[in-house]
């Protein structure tokens, strides 16, 4: 089990996919058996999947960071990177890991090539600055669906096979200790840019962002709603926005989503911005 001291108390516990030196960084709660990044790494990027502080075969605290707890996660990618010798990368991550990757952008943007936001918001403040998760788990949320409803064979089978892994998971002797345990279940890490309080504040800083980003999400995602995310392209000086039709909070569109990443990347390194070279 492969793990990075990130500083004195706290091992950040991760996935290697993929080799050379076109480095991607995520950070999420968990990983699934399917994602956006895996995808990354059968196309040629070196992907690295870290599993936050707090959560899972990570080390558990008991530490309240109160608004700044995206800020610590942005701080563990980048002390991460540093232990692994990566001076730049792709930060990319889809929902809250997104969020990270809007503390990374902000707070570290020397470090970055660019950024995959997938699924990201962020949420308006204005709304609230509880996690979708706490809400979910203390019953909240009205509605909560990651996934919406396809006639597509293949996304089918793999939501089975997901469903199939996550069972076996929950069957193994060591599951309540490391994925149920107390101190990971009282966990709130809020929503990202919480202690800008407003929305209005949030988007000022949406507009500082300069490195290149690239939006990908669904237009039926009650979570990370279309009206967000067109939001962000708007603030953001450099953006690419995508957003599929019949695609909820899940994106289970991997394939497609990863090749709209490729071109993005590739167009990144010969212009520095999102569109392609001019040729003449």
Same mark, same amino acid.
């Given at each position: ?13 991760? +996935? ?7 480095? &991607? ?13 895996? +995808? ?27 608004? /700044? ?33 809007? /503390? &990374? ?21 204005? +709304? ?8 979910? +788990?203390?019953?909240?949320?009205? =509605?909560?669906?990651?996934? !919406? ?9 793999? /939501?089975?096979? =997901? ?11 060591? !599951? ?6 107390? =101190? ?38 009650t979570i990370s709603r279309p009206d967000l995310m067109l939001r962000s392209a708007k603030c953001l000086p450099n953006c690419k926005l995508v957003i599929h039709s019949r695609v ?13 990443? &490729?071109?993005?990347?590739?167009? &990144? ?12």
């Amino acid at each position: 089990m492969p793990k990075v001291s990130v500083d004195s108390n706290v091992e950040i516990y991760y +996935e290697e996919l993929g080799e050379g030196d076109r480095y &991607v960084i995520c950070t999420q709660v968990s990983h699934g058996k399917y994602s956006f990044e895996r +995808e990354l790494a059968k196309r040629g990027f070196h992907v690295f999947l870290l599993t936050n502080r707090g959560f899972g075969q990570s080390t558990h605290i008991t530490e309240d960071y109160g608004d /700044h707890w995206y800020d610590q996660f942005a701080a563990d990618v980048i002390a991460f990177a540093d232990k692994m010798g990566i001076d730049k990368f792709v930060y990319s991550g889809s929902s809250h890991g997104a969020g990270t990757g809007w /503390h &990374v952008a902000l707070n570290y943007p020397e470090r970055l090539i660019c950024f995959f936001a997938i699924v990201p918001g962020p949420h308006n403040l204005d +709304e609230g600055k509880m996690s979708i998760r706490s809400m979910a +788990e203390k019953g909240i949320l009205q =509605e909560h669906c990651f996934r !919406y409803p396809t006639d597509d064979e293949r996304i089918l089978r793999r /939501h089975a096979e =997901e469903d199939a892994a996550e069972a076996a998971l929950r069957s193994t002797p060591d !599951y309540e200790a490391i994925y149920q345990a107390p =101190e990971t279940k009282a966990i709130d890490y809020g929503r990202p840019l919480r202690a800008l309080q407003t929305e209005a504040n949030l988007q000022e800083a949406l507009k500082k962002i300069k490195l290149p980003v690239l939006i990908i999400g669904g237009m039926e995602d009650t979570i990370s709603r279309p009206d967000l995310m067109l939001r962000s392209a708007k603030c953001l000086p450099n953006c690419k926005l995508v957003i599929h039709s019949r695609v909820g909070h899940s994106l289970d569109v991997y394939e497609d989503a990863a090749d709209d990443a &490729v071109r993005f990347y590739e167009n &990144v390194i010969q212009t520095g911005r999102y569109y392609s070279p001019i040729i003449v």
